[in-house]
């Protein structure tokens, strides 16, 4: 059964951290890879970071302020967003996809989590 439960969204000021939170169930952690996306609103959804068992990858947008990471002992991704902006304000989601070794592309992924919100004011 797929399941994912996120966490860790909120209201922020700018410069701010906040690290989201992704349990997720031991099948659906076994996949080839997973990520964060996010959607501020009247945009489309768009990849933010990626992870397999080996590497991480990250968009031009977040790199050196957002990490990502996994705990297998807990099937949970993480995403510590540091240094944040008004411009990081979206809907954060995590998925899970397969056949890859990474992907953020939307269209790569299987699953999806419900999300949760992040706003960053200025």
């Known amino acids: 059964q797929v399941q994912f439960l996120e966490s860790g969204g909120g209201s922020v000021q700018a410069g701010e951290s906040l690290r989201l939170s992704c349990v997720v169930s031991?099948?659906?952690?076994?996949?080839?890879?997973m990520g964060w996306f996010r959607q501020p609103p009247g945009h489309w959804r768009e990849g933010v970071a990626s992870?397999?068992?080996?590497?991480?990858f990250y968009a031009d947008s977040v790199k050196g302020r957002f990490t990502i990471s996994r705990d297998n002992t807990k099937n949970t991704i993480y995403l510590q967003m540091n240094s944040l902006k008004p411009e990081d304000t979206a809907m954060y989601y995590c998925?899970?996809?397969?056949?890859?070794?990474?992907?953020?592309?939307?269209?790569?992924?299987?699953?999806w989590g419900q999300g949760t919100q992040v706003t960053v004011s200025s």
């Open positions: 998925a899970s996809g397969y056949g890859r070794d990474f992907s953020l592309s939307p269209a790569d992924y299987s699953y």
């Open positions: 992870i397999n068992t080996k590497s991480a």
């Open positions: 031991e099948v659906t952690f076994r996949s080839d890879f």
